[in-house]
């Protein structure tokens, strides 16, 4: 699944793809700023971590859980 979050202040967003279900990176996403955390954590798929300050969190986009087709589908 692709995730996308938003800073604030900042053109640019962070892209990664992760094998964890959308409702597990919601989950973390929610308590996060629900617990006022300086920080979230999430993993991707390469085992690296990013550590995404809350109070600049503009948005997150969780893309599908499906996978990407490739090649000539019929």
Do not use: C, W
Not at 23 to 30: F, G, K, L, S, Y
Not at 40 to 60: E, H, M
């Amino acid at each position: 699944m692709e995730i996308r979050i938003g800073i604030l202040n900042s053109p640019r967003e962070i892209g990664f793809e992760t094998s964890q279900p959308a409702a597990e990176i919601e989950q973390a996403v929610t308590s996060a700023l629900e617990s006022d955390a300086k920080l979230l954590s999430l993993k991707d798929n390469k085992g690296n971590s990013y550590l995404i300050p809350t109070a600049g969190i503009g948005y997150v986009e969780l893309g599908t859980e499906e996978s990407r087709r490739i090649g000539f589908v019929g």
